[in-house]
């Protein structure tokens, strides 16, 4: 054997190969059948009920090697409201209101449109951290994939040139990402679970604005992984207090015994991105600094 003689990975052909060699195969009835089929490639086969268990290994998967690949470190996930406007998007709404119920919720709307704004500068904030010495990258930009908060949370990555994740899901009502998500991060789930496992695996910090059912579902599902001591602490910022305490009474949770008062700790009310960084930025340097022993 020659030093420069080039020894392969494997001796096996590689899928893709076999792929193409069925491709040009003998057609038989036995060959027609589904059942000769490669089972990687029968569509049918893997929609079973009974392969529920790989298809949730694949949702895990496939984001995790893209991400790895793109050499993503770490994340600010940006939760929060499909429905808030953009500034631009506000007065449009309110003209096209005509019951008096249609022209309040347009008016609450709009006065959560500076939200729109707030999570377009956390995300610009974000995108400004440097790259470490070994190529990984931090706080690297990370929403639902879809409009309003979601949307701006991309924009405002991309209004500093860097990449953004979006991490959309099938709806019965089919959404297309928004524009501004890096089209090689972005990624469609079928499982909610394993969507919301992925905004969390690489999450430094989540910031957690106006919305709905799904906002609360995944920053109700983050405090109590942080209560019950499953993801260590992290910066989990609640933007808008007015809006979270008149929506949910968290005082009333720890007076009634059914959290503890030490559990309001887990979060941070805030109303501007610069607020939001501040903490975050003091939040890592804290943890640093206890992290480093202490020198005579």
């Known amino acids: 054997m020659t030093d420069d003689k080039k020894i392969e990975r494997s ?8 792929v193409d060699f069925a491709k040009d195969g003998v057609h038989t009835p036995q060959t027609e059948s589904d059942a ?5 490639q029968d569509t049918e086969f893997l929609l079973r009920e009974d392969l529920r268990p790989v298809r949730f290994q694949l949702e895990l998967l496939k984001p995790e090697l893209l991400l790895n690949e793109a050499r993503i470190a770490s994340m600010l996930v940006i939760y929060g409201s499909a429905r808030i406007p953009s500034p631009e998007q506000a007065a449009e709404r309110l ?17 959560k449109a500076k939200y729109y704004e707030e999570a377009r500068a956390l995300a610009r904030l974000a995108s400004q951290a440097p790259v470490a010495a070994n190529g990984d990258r931090h706080f690297v930009v990370c929403s639902g994939g879809g409009p309003s908060i979601m949307e701006a ?18 709806l019965p009502h089919e ?28 999450a430094r910090a989540v910031a957690a604005f106006p919305g709905g059912f799904g906002t609360f579902d995944e920053t109700f599902e983050l405090l109590t992984l942080i209560q019950t001591g499953k993801v260590k602490p992290m910066p ?4 808008g207090e007015e809006f979270w305490r008149r929506v949910v009474d968290f005082d009333a949770l720890a007076e009634e015994g059914v959290i503890s008062p030490a559990d309001l700790s887990l979060f941070q009310f805030v109303e501007t991105a610069d607020e939001a960084w501040a903490i975050i930025q003091r939040f890592y340097s804290d943890e640093e600094k206890a992290a480093d022993p202490p020198t005579d």
């Open 175 to 202: 959404q297309a990402p928004n524009q501004y998500v890096t089209p090689h991060l972005s990624f469609r789930f079928h499982y909610f679970a394993l969507r919301k496992m992925h905004f969390l695996l690489r």
């Open 95 to 111: 003209s096209l209101a005509r019951t008096d119920y249609e022209k309040k919720v347009a008016e609450r709307l709009a006065a």
């Open 236 to 239: 989990v910022l609640l933007f």
């Open 36 to 40: 000769y089929r490669l089972a990687f």
């Open 153 to 170: 949370a991309n924009r405002g990555a991309v209004d500093e040139g860097q990449e953004t994740v979006g991490l959309n899901i099938v």
């Open 11 to 18: 001796r096996f052909h590689h899928a893709r190969e076999d």
